[in-house]
């Protein structure tokens, strides 16, 4: 085989290598992007015996939040970045649902995984809700089980695990809304 095939099929090589990691790139988005509206509105059924992990952050303003378990509500733990296209498109309404449930017993807490407040307070431009936190442990997210944003967890009353939503969902929805509510019976 002469030199110039070689070098052809060499390029040919890299260009079905580079199509091939940019179709599991988009699959991988397209995963991440919030669901369409459905009757049903669930995530990950969990046991409900393993105690969500101790959980400490900070505010925007300086503050500290200790989030201590059991307690008489019901909390919603969401990791999200500024960098993450899924969490900067599904935030918006998980605040807004949060905001609607919290007088009925229901929590949010939004860790924000990024490196510092600068981004934080750039997205949300310069007004960050009380529910975002940056976790004063950066590893917190690991003892949770996140292993992609966003991803959100329930915790009942006792502390415990109940459910996950790995990936963006529509918070919006009716559906979303009767769901967390069911927790409260």
Do not use: N
Not at 32 to 43: H, L, N, Q, V
Not at 162 to 168: D, N, S, T
């Amino acid at each position: 085989m002469t030199r110039p095939a070689r070098i052809a099929i060499a390029i040919a090589a890299l260009a079905a290598i580079q199509v091939a990691a940019y179709l599991v790139y988009r699959a991988v988005e397209r995963s991440r992007e919030p669901r369409a509206a459905s009757i049903r509105f669930e995530g990950e059924r969990l046991r409900g015996t393993e105690a969500a992990p101790a959980l400490d952050g900070v505010r925007a303003d300086g503050s500290t939040v200790a989030v201590a378990w059991p307690t008489d509500r019901v909390r919603v733990v969401h990791f999200w970045a500024t960098w993450c296209k899924p969490c900067r498109t599904e935030l918006p309404g998980l605040l807004a649902l949060s905001r609607d449930l919290r007088p009925r017993g229901i929590d949010l807490i939004a860790v924000a995984v990024d490196d510092d407040w600068t981004d934080i307070r750039a997205f949300f431009d310069g007004e960050v809700p009380p529910e975002v936190v940056v976790a004063t442990d950066p590893d917190v997210h690991k003892r949770f089980g996140v292993s992609t944003l966003p991803d959100s967890y329930v915790v009942d009353r006792t502390g415990k695990l109940v459910e996950r939503f790995h990936g963006a969902r529509d918070w919006r929805t009716t559906a979303a809304r009767s769901h967390l509510v069911g927790f409260l019976e």
